[in-house]
């Protein structure tokens, strides 16, 4: 391979120049400066055992994610319930209270839907289709739940740009943590 | 976003780390096996896990794998004389067998030579050919699995063709690159139109046709199938599935009748890595070109700085890096060829990446289930002795596929027998 001309005439002055700056000992000089704008993640249930998991995961502390569980499509909408506690990261929203979908998704720029089976299809379409028409990121989680995993997926597949098929329900909330929900 | 201890508990592989103690429950590629060419051939040093070890091959063609210094006064066995059935120690010259253990101490009386040899024995490791590849087991002996039936390794050798590269960083974010397939549309681009290896393919169309996949993670015995979705013909998804086999294997998803490809990550110490690249094809020997190209470092492999394992674009000369050619768009990043992409990225982000900072996206839900799925295994292999996936051999049965499916139908129901591997049957590859 022939070395091209750019690299043959610019010659790198300092360590921190080129691509020798990668060890541990220039890491020290990366700018720390504090982490950039909190994430705003919906997580949303579609179904009862999915729900109880969100109730579970909303009692905890967080980034500032919402845990909600659908209730019911309405017009051009869906009905949402909280699952967080106050003071918790869901930024005043008391634990039982009813949003609608359109005002959760106002604020977000996540969705993490979680299902198990018996998860409904259309709880699926109408927030993937909502998530889709914001432009918001859509993901679902599906819990362990033997044969039937197969038609959860099926309904979640149009909806979610990432679709997690997991054997262990504990899972959960590691992976919501690695997204900084 | 990981805690600082969990980054710490995966990218540590030393004797006596968690990880390490779980990439001691495999039998693990440690070399070539030309590097090793012939019976009382030169000894090679190798450092593995944070071990420092010599390997050699007597003159019955034996492999040894051991403590690369002398039991007597510490002199490396490198400067030894591999003769008559084990290395002798250019010192004193106190002589081992493939075990490690002492059979000659020529400076000892007769009658004490016996009893003070039996008592000398360096740490030794098992180490076997198979395929291109000498794999070792650095881990208990009484619990040392069975052999390894990875589909590369186990075809034909006029099938197969492995090559090495040095990684100037931890082990984890190398693998971390090759289950992140969201990189590929943008950092690889190039390759599929130009490369010997990939061009030509049905599939490449869908994947330069659509930048915006949709993605699938699915949990296996042995590790994750991670499928990713795109656009094909009306009603019809084209999907590529790339499996990852626990620690450190992956395998790439094949483009038309080219070789399946693949790569191991395998820990040197926590701050660098050897990344094992293999090609092979299940059903026919490789062409003469394809190997020339291999050889080349076209595909997935890569050039060297002649002499050593050291890639020829490397840290010292900033990669190549090439703006003109990435202004032109010959190159998405400047730098040329698919495995240099990759690492030269990898090693940006320097030794150990500090996972604390970073800022996942649903879309990297490969890379964080595969955490946490070596993370569950780390705990539970330290806690209750559980044996890890992807020791069982069944679980190294597996291939990829690149395959168009209806779109109503999971990957893991359409591709069931694409994902596994069946003797003397083509993959599954558009």
Redo the contacts between chains.
Sequence with gaps: ?S?????ARWH?TLLSS???A???A??RYRVNAP??TRRSSRVIALDGESARIVRELGGRSWGGGHFLVFESAVPDDALLRHSGTEGTGTEGTGSGGTALLSEELAGAD?V?MIASAGANAEAASVIGDAAAARGI???GLVLPGGDSV?EV??AL?PN?????????AA?VP??L????V | MLKQEINDLLTQTGPGTPMGEMFRQYWLPAMLAEELPENDCPPVRVKLLSERLIAFRDSEGRYGLMDEFCAHRGVSLWFGRNEEGGLRCSYHGWKYDVTGQAIEIPSEPDERHSALCAKIKLKSYPMVKIGGVLWAYLGDQAKTPDLPQWEFARVPAEQSFTSKRWQECNWLQALEGGIDSSHVSWLHSDGLKSDPLFKGAQGNKYNLADRKPFFEVVESEGGLMIGVRRNAEEGHYYWRITPWVMPSFTMIPPRGDHPIHGHFWIPIDDENCWVFTYDYHPTRALTETEVQHMQDGKGVHNEFVPGTFRPLQNKDNDYMMDRAAQKRGDTYSGVKGISMQDASLQESMGPIVDRTKERLVSTDSGIIMARRKLWRAVEALRDEGITPPGVDVAHQEVRSAAVVLPADQSFIEGCADALRVRPGEKHASV
Excluded: Y
């Design positions: 391979m070395v091209p001309d750019t690299a790198p080129c691509a020798l990668t060890t541990a220039e890491a982490e950039f996540t993490v990121m859509s993901a197969n997926v099926s597949r979610a740009m990432v679709l997690v098929v997991l054997r262990d899972d590691e992976v943590s690695a997204l900084r």
